[in-house]
C-alpha cells in the first residue's frame, strides 16, 4: 500500500471538509475503512472534500503527532472542532453525525 493517497475532488483552499484516515496496512479493516469512507464522501460530500489515507506503519511520526492510539481512525480537520472516529465506518449514520453532515433518511 502507499504511504499516504489523498482523494481530491476539490482543491485544498475549496474543501469543506479536510480528513485524515490512519490505516494499518492492507489489514480488513484498514481496506474496509478506506472503502467506506470513500462512499460517504462521494454520496455526502462530492466535490467538497480532501481525503489524506495514511498508514501508520509507514508513517509513525504523523500518528504519534495527532495522537492516534487505534486504527483505523478517521480525523476531521475541518470545519472545525477536530473529531475523531475509530473504527471500519461502517455505521454510516455515527460517521455522518462525527462529520457533521446531515444524514439523509438512508444513512444505514
Do not use: F, W
Request: aromatic share 4%.
Amino acid at each position: 500500500m502507499t504511504t499516504t493517497t489523498a482523494e481530491l475532488p476539490a482543491s485544498p483552499t475549496e474543501a469543506d471538509y479536510v480528513l485524515h484516515l490512519y490505516i494499518t496496512g492492507a489489514t480488513p479493516n484498514s481496506m474496509r475503512a478506506v472503502r467506506n469512507i470513500k462512499e460517504i464522501c462521494e454520496e455526502h460530500l462530492a466535490g467538497r472534500y480532501e481525503l489524506l489515507i495514511i498508514d501508520i506503519y509507514q508513517q509513525p511520526q504523523l500518528a504519534r503527532q495527532e495522537q492516534i492510539v487505534a486504527a483505523p481512525t478517521l480525523v476531521r480537520q475541518r470545519p472545525l472542532p477536530r473529531r475523531q472516529l475509530v473504527g471500519d465506518l461502517s455505521n454510516r449514520a455515527a460517521v455522518l453525525i462525527s462529520l457533521g453532515v446531515p444524514s439523509s433518511g438512508n444513512a444505514n
